[in-house]
T-cell receptor
Framework: GAVVSQHPSWVICKSGTSVKIECRSL??????MFWYRQFPKQSLMLMAT?????????EQGVEKDKFLINHASLTLSTLTVTSAHPEDSSFYIC???????????????FGDGTRLSIL | AQKITQTQPGMFVQEKEAVTLDCTYD???????LFWYKQPSSGEMIFLIY??????QNATEGRYSLNFQKARKSANLVISASQLGDSAMYFC??????????????FGQGTELSVKP
C-alpha cells in the first residue's frame, strides 16, 4: 500500500533556529502533498498544499515566509520552519495520495508526524 | 463557517458493544468525498473508511460502517464489537471538488473514543 515517510519524528531546538521537516512518498509519486498542523487535543489544520515544480498554495493566515515549502521532486516535499519560536511548537504532519489527488476514493496517506518543540 | 462538525468531544463505549460517532458536513459542491481517520495517541493518522457523494450504498470496511444520509448531510461512523485498541481520536474529513486542489481534506474537531473493559 501507499506509504508516506516523515522525518524527523521529534525535534527539540532553541528559539531562533530553522527546522526542516521532510515528507517522502516511498512507493508512489505525488504531484501534490499537504502539510497540516495540529495542537494537542485539537483537529488538523491545513497549512498549505505543496505542488511539485511550482509554488506552494498557502491557507489563509499561514505565513509564507515563516513556513517555507519546497516540492522539488515527485517523492519529496519539505517544510522549513524559519526562525522558530516557542509558539511554533506543534505537531506537523504531511499527507499525499497516489495519482491525481482529487479523483476517486483515494485517501490521503499520512506520515507519522513531527513533534516540534522550540525552547 | 464550519464545514465538518463532530459534536461529540468524547465518547465512552463498553468493550464488544457498538458505537456511533457523529459527523455532519456542509458543502454546495455536488462532488465530494467523506473520510474517517483514526489517530492513536502515537499520532499517526490511520485511514478507516470512505464514502463518495455519488455512492448509492453505505460504505463498510470490516467492523467499520458509514451511515451516510445525504439529505441530512451526515456521515456517521459505526464501529461494531468495540475493542480496547479502538480507543483513539477519530476524525471525520471532507474533500471537495476534483483535481489536485481538490485533494485537500478539511477535518472535523474530532471525537475521543474510550473503550472500557
Amino acid at each position: 500500500g501507499a506509504v508516506v515517510s516523515q522525518h524527523p519524528s521529534w525535534v527539540i531546538c532553541k528559539s531562533g533556529t530553522s527546522v526542516k521537516i521532510e515528507c517522502r512518498s516511498l512507493d508512489f509519486q505525488a504531484t501534490t502533498m499537504f502539510w497540516y498542523r495540529q495542537f494537542p487535543k485539537q483537529s488538523l489544520m491545513l497549512m498549505a498544499t505543496s505542488n511539485e515544480g511550482s509554488k506552494a498554495t498557502y491557507e489563509q493566515g499561514v505565513e509564507k515566509d515563516k513556513f517555507l515549502i519546497n516540492h522539488a521532486s515527485l517523492t519529496l516535499s519539505t517544510l522549513t520552519v524559519t526562525s522558530a519560536h516557542p509558539e511554533d511548537s506543534s505537531f506537523y504532519i504531511c499527507s499525499a495520495s497516489p495519482g491525481q489527488a482529487g479523483n476517486g476514493n483515494q485517501p490521503q496517506h499520512f506520515g507519522d508526524g513531527t513533534r516540534l518543540s522550540i525552547l | 463557517a464550519q464545514k465538518i462538525t463532530q459534536t461529540q468531544p468524547g465518547m465512552f463505549v463498553q468493550e464488544k458493544e457498538a458505537v456511533t460517532l457523529d459527523c455532519t458536513y456542509d458543502t454546495s459542491d455536488p462532488s465530494y468525498g467523506l473520510f474517517w481517520y483514526k489517530q492513536p495517541s502515537s499520532g499517526e493518522m490511520i485511514f478507516l473508511i470512505y464514502q463518495g457523494s455519488y455512492d448509492q450504498q453505505n460504505a463498510t470496511e470490516g467492523r467499520y460502517s458509514l451511515n451516510f444520509q445525504k439529505a441530512r448531510k451526515s456521515a456517521n461512523l459505526v464501529i461494531s464489537a468495540s475493542q480496547l485498541g479502538d480507543s483513539a481520536m477519530y476524525f471525520c474529513a471532507m474533500r471537495e471538488g476534483r483535481g489536485n486542489q481538490g485533494g485537500k481534506l478539511i477535518f472535523g474537531q474530532g471525537t475521543e473514543l474510550s473503550v472500557k473493559p
